[in-house]
């Protein structure tokens, strides 16, 4: 049995449990508990849920994304991963050149309303395929603002020095220079929080910063994430992290150490707790391991063939609703 899998379902179950209901922002309502810990041990297996198929191909997609330092979601619409869509979505359908039926609320309507849902459905597919071949619409409609991917590679401030430049800051190479140089440092940080920026983008990062740990030939890490949605975006968050832990440490010569998660807003959102009862009642499987391509030389240059998983197996998929 899994202990790194055990204390997910425990958290689950603790806020299903004793979570306060509370209102949030897409309207959806959610059991909330704040502050959270988990620690996985990636030396007892790869870190993906067992008692429900999570989809690692969206996960490599994403966080190959991130270390592009893209923000624009057509790369993720080339690999087939469409979980960013509804935000982009959202920045074109509140425009003034969208001229389409009324798209208001539209989390909200298309799972109450069929009807909407239909024509929603038919909107946003238009939108996918015009961020795709239409070099323009993407420049103009395919941007998520600042978070993850553009600050991790390129986040810019003004020189302090001069007035008239800009500084450009590579914190994932500046992270990896860091772990070769001075593994010993308490300032092995990555930011995903620009006061002046973020607060802005269609959905201010969630992953707001992590900090990377050298001991004992074992490089860990820990995030810091401001709100957690349980069922969807958590699994997914913690084979992100696990994944980029193995990335950085097959970089810089040392073995996998712990994944610590630490958690700030995490809930449940009330039309995910059916799925989640589901899920509390399956088994666990074994958990797989993580193969990467031993002749890759950056961390820059990893493709999707690059990264597998080995020996995932997993009770079936549950369906949820995102909330918007
Ligand atoms: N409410 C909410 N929860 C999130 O987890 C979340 C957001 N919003 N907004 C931004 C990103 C996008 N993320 C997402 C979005 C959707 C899924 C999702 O629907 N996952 C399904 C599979 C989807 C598919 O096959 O395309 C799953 O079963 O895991 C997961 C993560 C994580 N983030
Ligand atoms: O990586 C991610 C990204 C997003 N989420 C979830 C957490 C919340 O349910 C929403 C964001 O809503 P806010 O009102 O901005 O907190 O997305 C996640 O769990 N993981």
């Given amino acids: 049995m899994s202990q790194n899998e055990q204390q997910y379902l425990d958290l689950a179950k603790t806020i299903l449990e004793t979570g306060t209901h509370k209102s949030d922002r897409t309207g959806t309502g959610t059991r909330s508990l704040f ?8 030396q007892e297996g790869f870190p993906i849920l067992t008692t429900k198929k999570v989809f690692f191909g969206l996960i490599k997609s994403e966080l190959l994304w991130f270390l592009r330092g893209d923000n624009n979601i057509r790369f993720l619409l080339q690999n087939n991963n469409h979980i960013w869509d509804e935000w982009a979505f959202k920045n074109w359908v509140t425009s003034s050149e969208y001229t389409g039926p009324d798209m208001t609320d539209f989390g909200l309507r298309a799972q109450s ?39 991790w590679r390129d986040w810019e401030n003004q020189d302090p020095m001069d007035q008239n430049a800009t500084l450009h800051t590579d914190q994932i190479q500046n992270l990896i220079d860091g772990i070769k140089t001075t593994p010993d440092s308490r300032r092995l940080i990555v930011s995903a929080w620009n006061a002046g920026s973020t607060p802005n983008a269609p959905l201010p990062s969630c992953h707001v910063l992590s900090q990377f740990y050298v001991a004992d030939g074992k490089l860990s890490a820990q995030l810091y994430q401001r709100s957690a949605d349980i069922f969807l975006g958590v699994p997914f968050n913690i084979a992100s992290y696990s994944l980029l832990i193995h990335m950085i440490a097959a970089q810089t010569g040392y073995a996998v150490g712990d994944f610590v998660h630490t958690l700030g807003d995490a809930h449940i959102y009330n039309n995910h707790v059916a799925q989640i009862e589901t899920q509390l009642s399956r088994p666990m499987h074994p958990l797989p391991k993580l193969w990467l391509n031993p002749e890759v030389k950056s961390i820059f240059d990893y493709t999707m063939d690059d990264i597998k998983l080995i020996d995932y197996t997993s009770e079936p998929a549950i369906k949820a609703p995102v909330a918007v």
Avoid at 35 to 42: H, S, Y
Avoid at 125 to 131: E, P, W
């Fill in 113 to 151: 309303d069929p009807e909407f849902n239909q024509i929603y459905q038919e909107q946003k597919s238009l939108f996918v395929d015009k961020i795709l071949n239409d070099d323009d619409f993407m420049e103009k409609f395919g941007y998520i603002g600042e978070v993850y991917g553009k600050l």
């Fill in 35 to 42: 502050g959270a810990q988990m620690r996985f041990n990636l």
